[in-house]
């Protein structure tokens, strides 16, 4: 089977794009990144848009893992993740590259599985 990719526009009350939510699917494992604006934060946006991707891979798909990574410090994106099913699996020191700043940051692995 060939790798699917999806990805939807997160849309605020006024209709506006202000962010993305990406799944990559790869035979039965997934895999999640979301991101909007930080005008955007603390809006219930991402939670609602990763709830309704989460609902569909647990009622309509054979997918049985979802994963990502998250820079240990987001701790608002930590927090989406856990409210959409994902749970914390593993701690990986100096694990990703953050190319805005050119820096590497701790991060968290996320996983749900069936």
Known sequence: MAPSRFVWTIFDKEETAIGLFLLFIER????????VGPSHW????VTEAGSAVMDWIVTKSNI?????SCAAEHQ?????LEKIGLERAAFHPASLFLSATQAQ????LYRWKR
Do not use: K, N, P, Y
């Not at 039965?28 to 991101?35: M, T």
């Open 42 to 45: 603390g809006q219930g946006l």
């Open 28 to 35: 039965d494992v997934a895999e999640i990144h979301f991101g």
């Open 64 to 68: 049985a893992e979802v994963r990502t």
């Open 76 to 80: 608002a994106s930590l927090q989406v």
């Open 105 to 108: 940051a701790d991060a968290w």
